[in-house]
Nanobody
């Protein structure tokens, strides 16, 4: 069983940065494909960034060049560095893990509870 706990959300002005972190427990993170998703009320969950075991990444077009997904195997965490934030980035952000590569599809097996990011203009 894998547990995921997100942290690092908060409120920031447009143009600012935030770094989200997802602590993985239960198993080594190196055995999982990892991803970040976001969701706003009334909308479907959207894949933001994903990381394959071989280091290949995938990003939503809306965040390319601004967000970076990375993993720290020593800490068993996966981070999402978010730069040049925009009001439209406001959402609940979720960490996800799975044993199959789903890229930005939402068929990951394990999910965290989410952390809120609010970007004001």
């Amino acid at each position: 069983q894998v547990q995921l706990v997100e942290s690092g959300g908060g409120s920031v002005q447009a143009g600012g940065s935030l770094r989200l972190s997802c602590q993985v427990s239960g198993n080594p993170i190196s055995g999982y494909y990892m991803a970040w998703f976001r969701q706003t009320p009334g909308k479907e969950r959207e894949g933001v960034a994903a990381l394959r075991l071989d280091g290949i990444t995938a990003y939503a077009d809306s965040v390319k060049g601004r967000f970076i997904i990375s993993v720290d195997t020593a800490k068993n965490t996966v981070d999402l560095q978010m730069n040049s934030l925009k009001p439209e980035d406001t959402a609940m952000y979720f960490c996800a893990a799975g044993v199959y590569w789903r890229a930005l599809g939402n068929e990951y097996r394990y999910w965290g509870q989410g952390t809120q990011v609010t970007v004001s203009s």
